[in-house]
């Protein structure tokens, strides 16, 4: 019997202590924001979210990241050469 004190002081802290855990309305920019389908839109970040914890958002940033990086792969060691001064 000397437990049941501890168990509904328990249940009641629990009790009040539960709307301070519940998230809050207004916590996150990003609710209201569409998500992006291509890397411009990715880019406005005022109309569009690029909050990467979106699946969808995460495969476009790295589908971007990667066009981005290819142009400067392919380009041929002469033109390499010619951007970086001549030699």
């Given at each position: 019997?000397?437990?049941r004190p501890f168990l509904i002081a328990a249940v009641v802290s629990?009790?009040?202590a539960s709307p301070l855990v519940?998230?809050?309305p207004g916590a996150h920019d990003d609710d209201d924001k569409d998500i992006p389908k291509t890397c411009e839109?990715?880019?406005n970040t005022e109309h569009y979210t690029?909050?990467?914890a979106y699946p969808?958002?995460?495969k476009l940033k790295?589908?971007?990241d990667a066009a981005k990086q290819k142009?400067?792969?392919t380009q041929s060691p002469a033109a390499q050469r010619s951007s970086k001064g001549g030699d």
């Open positions: 019997m000397k437990i629990a009790s009040l519940m998230a809050h839109q990715l880019a690029n909050d990467v969808e958002v995460r790295e589908q971007c142009p400067a792969a």
